[in-house]
């Protein structure tokens, strides 16, 4: 079993609905074409012996439509091949079927998609943040999402100001005291 | 008076079914009929993200029924920091030193890692200098050994056995020793560049090497000594955290967590990366999959770690002091910096150096996933570059991230006590899990 033949062993069975196989520095690339036959796709590739789900990450691509790709990594523990799903899915939808049926590994992996970008899965038995915590109103890894943070208006949950660093005892501002001086302890070594 | 006394070992296979099919039935320890039917109120305990068992900021709420868990909630991020959203926003090179702060127990190994992912999407992975293969390969054994002393450490402490957490740390602090000569640093290594390594090896270092190696195996055998036949030991862990082989893969486990249970995959045979073709190791598998087959696993991962790093000292391409000036980074000058020396004196240094150090290294669009076998696991960078000096996105992969993600499946039914135990076994990291 090769890649390649697992590429075509799913173009044969599903057609149009997968695309003809890319390979860029010796991995196999697949696109499907519609996210709502993404379980059915997988189950029919873990059939074929993929039966080990190494990661899902999701793309933002801003500014482009579709806005989101996600790409499921497979491999098989018994033929050794490495096997790469791609889908997109739209801004206005951002929602596509869970694959915890198929792998249970994908469980926290759709979470962490959730909870970074904003995608959600249908199906999923405990679509819930992760990493952030409950109540978070940002998708941070999303790439309208400032690097400094983003203020908010519920200061119970998250920081109101953009860089909660400001004032703290380890940030340099030009023209003020030198990072020594306002360290706390330095009060204590003089004194 | 017997001082010591037989433990029953069986057939390991038939065990493993009997226990297989008792984790199937719901009932995790079969001998201890009278702890199964105790009814009542449930308890919920909150365990963590400030307690000793959870190394670092681990959070269980479980579910308690008397002493016996029903339900467990991982609740994870307390040392989440962002390490994606940053990736987006600074150079390749600039990254490595966050690397570092994943697993932050075995920085080198997350160093070379990153440095082979980003050098695989420039294509560049398979023409490495065989000197900077060499050298990598004993960072990442060594990495690998630190790791398991630590795992083996805390694993035994947390079980009550105080004296092999001494033993594994003092054989740590000559990894540290080591780390310090060699990348100036003893936890915060940054010590690849892509398209190699940052220095070479310091005048010495491969004697103080393999003056470690000599003295790893014998406090090895001590804590051998200590736990793997100690009866407190094998009743704490034997049978206890048995996950299926089934179960391992469906949760995509890796590293000695997924060997513990029989499952034959370890990066280094099934895609040799680096020299890893050449060198002869063995990978120990499990048979029972549980606590205690994780404590082997790690035990005799060490071994085989202790047994690439001197055949990599021996086979060195150039020796200790490179006298031959073997190279240790790739030729390419749009890739590595050049020699101080040509910048100040040649025109096309200079422009590379300029080039590399405010623009980054120029990266064709591209899409790779490159997982490494690191000691918690596979480690795995997803890069999708659209060109240029920064990724558009970089995922990793953490180990320590999906080997948790089974705790919620593989908690309930045991007691209280060996959930201890079990997180020990599972030898995870927060710094690489909440990344």
Redesign the interface.
């Known amino acids: 079993m090769t890649p390649q033949r697992l590429a075509e062993l799913l173009q044969s069975r599903y057609g149009a609905l997968v695309s003809a196989p890319t390979e860029f520095r010796g991995e196999v690339t697949v696109r499907v074409a519609d996210a709502e036959q993404m379980p059915e796709v997988c189950a029919y590739a873990k059939k074929l012996g993929c039966d080990f789900l190494l990661d899902i990450t999701s793309i933002d691509n801003y500014g482009e439509d579709p806005r989101w790709t996600i790409v499921y990594e497979l491999y098989g523990l018994e033929h050794r091949c490495h096997l790469r799903l791609k889908v997109d899915v739209g801004e206005t939808k951002s929602e596509l079927p869970s694959v915890t049926g198929v792998w249970r590994t994908a469980n926290w992996h759709e979470r962490e998609i959730y909870d970074l970008m904003g995608i959600r899965f249908r199906g999923h038995p405990d679509l819930r943040r992760i990493i952030m915590w409950e109540g978070y109103p940002h998708f941070p890894l999303r790439k309208d999402f400032p690097l400094a943070g983003k203020p908010t208006d519920v200061p119970d949950v998250a920081f109101t100001n953009a860089s909660p660093m400001e004032g703290g005892p380890f940030v340099t501002t030009p023209g003020g005291k030198d990072a020594i001086e306002r360290e706390p302890r330095a009060k204590e070594l003089k004194g | 008076m017997a001082t010591s006394q037989e433990i029953q070992v069986g057939d390991p296979a038939a065990q493993a079914d009997a226990v297989t099919a008792a984790v199937s039935a719901g009932v995790n320890r079969p001998d201890d009929e009278d702890l199964q039917d105790v009814g009542g109120d449930k308890m919920v305990l909150n365990m963590g993200p400030s307690h000793p068992a959870t190394h670092g900021v681990l959070r269980v709420v479980l579910e308690l029924d008397g002493e016996i868990i029903t339900k467990a909630t991982p609740d ?2 307390y040392l ?1 920091r ?1 390490d ?3 990736a987006e ?1 600074m150079t390749y090179t600039q990254f490595i030193p966050y690397t570092d702060r994943l697993d932050y127990l075995a920085p080198l190994a997350n160093n070379v890692a990153y440095a082979l992912a980003v050098e ?2 420039l ?1 560049i992975d398979r023409q490495l200098p065989p000197r900077c293969q060499f050298i990598r390969v004993i960072c990442c054994e060594l990495a690998r050994i630190s790791s398991h002393l630590l795992g083996v450490g805390c694993f035994a402490m947390d079980c009550g056995a105080m004296t092999v957490f001494l033993l594994t740390f003092t054989e740590r602090e000559k990894i540290h020793n080591l780390c310090e000569a060699l990348t100036g640093a003893r936890f915060t290594t940054s010590y690849t560049r892509i398209g190699g390594l940052a220095r070479d090896l310091p005048p010495g270092w491969v004697d103080q090497c393999r003056q470690f190696l000599r003295e790893v195996v014998i406090n090895l055998d001590e804590v051998d000594q200590l736990l793997t036949r100690n009866r407190i030991w094998v009743d704490r862990t034997k049978d206890i955290g048995v996950i299926a082989k089934a179960d391992a ?4 486990l890796t590293g000695p967590n997924l060997r513990g249970s029989g ?1 034959d ?1 370890d990066v280094r045979k ?2 040799p990366y680096l020299c890893y073709d050449q060198l002869k190791f063995d990978v120990p598998l499990g048979s029972m999959g549980d606590c205690y087959d994780r404590y082997l696993a790690r035990m005799e991962e060490v071994r085989q770690s202790v047994k690439i790093v001197h055949q990599c000292l021996d086979q060195l391409p150039g020796g200790a002091d490179n006298a031959a000036g073997e190279p240790i980074n790739v030729s390419d000058g749009k890739t590595v910096l050049p020699p101080k020396q040509k910048v100040m004196t040649s025109m096309e240094e200079l422009i590379h150096q300029f080039m590399l150090v405010t623009q980054g290294v120029n990266v064709p669009p ?4 490159f ?1 490494a076998e690191n000691p918690k696991g ?1 480690l ?1 960078f ?1 890069i ?1 570059s659209r060109g240029g000096g920064t990724p ?2 970089l ?1 990793i ?1 953490a180990p320590s ?2 080997n ?2 089974i705790l919620p ?1 593989l908690l309930p039914g045991h007691l209280m006590s060996d959930a201890v135990a079990i997180l020990g076994s599972l030898d995870f990291v927060m710094g690489e899990c ?2």
């Open positions: 994870i991020g989440h962002g994606e959203k940053i926003n695989k999407l294509g893969i469906d949760f995509a499952v995959y099934a895609h591209g899409e790779v996933y997982g596979e795995g997803y999708h558009y996105r995922k992969r991230f999906v948790l993600s499946h909440d990344r």
